[in-house]
């Protein structure tokens, strides 16, 4: 089991933005488990084998904001 990991990510309004944030996230780790909350602006990534910056940087590359 890999760890879990919550990113606050601001720009997501719709639920294509959530599709775009979780196939990203899928490219960086295809076994994590993505559950975007679009109205709290939080991705929750379980059994995450990537290292968090990974993540992060995959949703800024796909054009939402992390909010750190």
């Not at 309004?13 to 196939?23: I, L, R």
């Not at 940087?57 to 796909?62: G, L, N, R, V, Y």
């Given at each position: 089991?890999?760890?879990?990991?919550?990113?606050?990510?601001?720009?997501?309004?719709?639920?294509?933005?959530?599709?775009?944030?979780?196939?990203?996230?899928?490219?960086?780790d295809?076994?994590?488990?993505?559950d975007?909350?679009?109205?709290?602006?939080?991705?929750?990534?379980?059994?995450?084998?990537?290292?968090?910056?990974?993540?992060?940087?995959?949703?800024?590359?796909?054009?939402?904001?992390?909010?750190?």
């Amino acid at each position: 089991m890999g760890m879990a990991i919550e990113i606050k990510v601001e720009g997501m309004g719709c639920q294509k933005c959530v599709t775009s944030v979780e196939a990203a996230l899928k490219r960086v780790d295809p076994g994590a488990r993505v559950d975007v909350d679009l109205a709290g602006k939080l991705v929750r990534v379980a059994d995450a084998t990537a290292p968090q910056a990974a993540l992060e940087s995959a949703i800024e590359d796909a054009g939402y904001d992390v909010v750190k």
